[in-house]
């Protein structure tokens, strides 16, 4: 859920803003998503802002930023409630091992088995 939702959040933050790179930062970020202590708004959202800045559209950079920092402190929060008794590091732990002893079924079976 994680994933889907920072992937999708990029590329309407990068399609919206008229970025020339649409697609790399999108798979990028779902993929930092996975793993709980890379945050993908920060590492990669946030960058529309910066090339929003330099391209002088202030005022649209400012409001990618700001859009950017209610994700980062909402949206964790929120998507991880949902889950009775998760923890992150024990969420991005089990796609981890999941991943390498299961292949890419381990991103749904790794967090199952771990918790």
């Known amino acids: 859920k994680m994933a889907a939702f920072h992937a999708l959040f990029t590329w309407l933050l990068y399609s919206f803003g008229q970025l020339p790179i649409v697609v790399v930062p999108t798979v990028l970020s779902a993929i930092l998503a996975l793993v709980p202590k890379v945050s993908p708004v920060w590492s990669i959202s946030v960058w ?10 202030r005022i649209c950079a400012a409001l990618y930023f700001f859009v950017n920092l209610a994700v980062w402190w909402q949206v964790p929060t929120v ?8 923890n992150a590091w024990l969420t991005g732990l089990g796609v981890v091992l999941g991943v390498g002893q299961f ?3 381990g991103v749904v079976l790794g967090p199952l088995l771990a918790s």
């Open 103 to 105: 292949g890419l079924a």
């Open 48 to 57: 529309a802002a910066g090339y929003l800045w330099l391209h002088n559209q």
């Open 79 to 86: 998507i991880y409630a949902e889950i009775p008794e998760a």
